[in-house]
């Protein structure tokens, strides 16, 4: 049975990578206070989570929701991590924007359940800490391996042969 977790207002909203690059691990923390949730996902799903956030932004301010600068507010923890949080391995996200709150709403799904099964974690945060998260995923998907500013490839611990230079991939 995999739980439900709902928060009308996040006041953590943290995303993390765990391990070194190459071999790392992604989770956004969220929650209230000590009761919190840890949602593991891919690195392109955090990725696509932080674009997503921003591109909402832009709708929110083109659609004149959002008429003056949002300054960043970051949700965060002032304690450490409690020892026994629920983890879920998130198969789908989803966000939206709450407009009787002006909160970003966001929803995750494990990887377990069914497409008809209501999510397992569903918060909302305000515009700042919203925006604050976009930039904090941003720095934590940057922050792994070097990709070659001539072909894009990621540059490994061994170094990195790129086409450019020889015309042709290595054989394995």
Known sequence: ?????????????????????????????????????????????????????????????LGGYVRSRIPEQPARRTAPLPGNIPEYVVGKM??????ERQRIAIFAHDI???????????????LPAAKALARQ??????????RCSRCGAVIGPEGHVCPHDNGHLPLE
């Open 94 to 99: 989803a966000i939206g924007y709450d407009e």
């Open 137 to 146: 995923i941003a720095k934590v998907v940057a922050a792994g391996r070097p």
């Open 1 to 61: 049975m995999v739980g439900r977790h709902e928060f009308p207002e996040l006041t953590v909203l943290e995303a993390e990578a765990i391990g070194e690059p190459g071999r790392r691990r992604f989770r956004l923390i969220a929650g209230v206070g000590l009761d919190l949730v840890s949602l593991w996902m891919e690195k392109e799903q955090l990725q696509a989570l932080g674009l997503a956030i921003e591109q909402l932004f832009e709708q929110l301010r």
């Open 112 to 126: 377990e359940q069914d497409d008809d099964e209501d999510p397992v974690f569903a918060g909302r945060a305000t």
